[in-house]
């Protein structure tokens, strides 16, 4: 083979990996869930890409890709609560950069959304919303807390950033101060136990007065019938009657039984009424 061949040939070659490299470099391809930022020599466009394949100028343009999707990111928030207590706040925040502010969150704090946004945003809302109350409130109304300060972060934020929600996953306060809030919450459970069975004592004295006085009324009442109208007892005596005539034993051991008058036995017992009633 001629040398002029060869060294065609190897300048062929030489020619077609430049082609192969240069045409790898003109192309990008943005993954689903990203946004593309175009760097141009070191100058960032103003228009992000979209996801998919696409056309750029080969060696000096550079697509990087910025993630829009739902993130999870943990942080801790030294807090003070309105009675001077120190309060730990174990936070994880889920958030979002939205695609109209992929190209500002690169250019301006290069592509960290959380560490230069979110995170001070965050631990300063959380730090307006606790010093509004007691380090007792703040354990016992975590939740209000919690989107007191996801609110006030969001209004911080604006547009730039979505932060979807916060989750105060652990409230760590000092020893002392627990064994404080725990005394005190012992106080109370025995305090509402000495309410309830107070509460229960008055409804039984009321309910045995309620009882009492029904008792009285109807003794009232009964007496009155009689006297307005003997007959009533003749007609109870009569219904009770098993039939048998009542018996007065007389006197000594060896006296006669004598059967008493049923009328004598209804006017007694009448008579007797009419002297409970009274």
């Known amino acids: 083979m001629k040398p002029k061949t060869v060294l065609g040939l190897i300048v062929g070659a030489i020619l077609i990996f430049i082609v192969i490299i240069a045409a790898s470099s003109a192309t990008y391809v943005v993954e689903p869930g990203h946004r593309g930022v175009e760097v141009t020599l070191g100058k960032v466009s103003p228009n992000f890409k979209p996801e998919g394949f696409g056309m750029k100028l080969p060696f000096v343009t550079h697509i990087a890709p910025q993630l829009i999707r739902q993130q ?10 309105s009675d001077l207590q120190q309060v730990k706040i174990a936070v994880r925040v889920l958030f979002r950069v939205p695609q109209a502010s992929v190209v500002t969150i690169f250019r301006d704090y290069a592509g960290d959304a959380f560490d230069s946004l979110i995170k001070p945003r965050v631990a300063e809302a959380l730090n307006e919303i606790t010093a509004r109350r007691t380090a007792e409130l703040i354990v016992q109304k975590r939740e209000e807390v919690k989107s007191q300060a996801l609110a006030s972060a969001r209004q911080k934020l604006g547009d730039v950033l979505v932060i979807e929600d916060l989750v105060l996953e652990d409230i760590n306060l000092t020893r002392a101060l627990e064994n404080a809030i725990e005394a005190k919450m012992v106080q109370e459970q025995e305090a509402a136990r000495a309410r309830f069975a107070q509460q229960q004592a008055q ?55 004598m059967m008493l008058p049923l009328g004598d036995f209804t006017t007694g017992a009448a008579a007797m009424a009419k002297e409970e009633s009274k």
Do not use: F, H
Request: net charge negative; charged share 25%.
């Open 72 to 81: 999870t990111a943990k942080m801790e928030a030294d807090c003070y609560s």
């Open 203 to 257: 409804v039984e004295a009321s309910t045995a007065v309620i009882k009492a006085k029904g008792e009285a009324e109807s003794i009232v009442l009964r007496g009155k019938a009689l006297r307005e109208n003997p007959s009533v007892l003749e007609l109870q005596v009569i219904e009770r009657w098993d039939g048998v005539t009542p018996l007065v034993v007389g006197p000594g051991a060896t006296g006669a039984n």
